[in-house]
């Protein structure tokens, strides 16, 4: 089993791993009513999701 021939160092494994980074979540805008919303979700505002209400809000 090969055994690495020097420990690597914490800045040499914190450069490798700059680029692992939480990016936010994308949204869209929800046909209906404008909303922000993220994609593939019913919309929290209208309820609505694909053109067709799915959840009855109370307006």
Request: charged content about 35%.
């Amino acid at each position: 089993m090969a055994v690495p021939f020097r420990k690597v160092s914490k800045t040499r494994g914190r450069k490798r791993r700059t680029h692992y980074v939480i990016s936010a979540n994308d949204t869209v805008k929800c046909p209906k009513c404008g909303e922000a919303k993220r994609p593939h979700r019913v919309c929290a505002n209208c309820g609505t999701y694909k053109d067709k209400e799915v959840v009855k809000t109370a307006e």
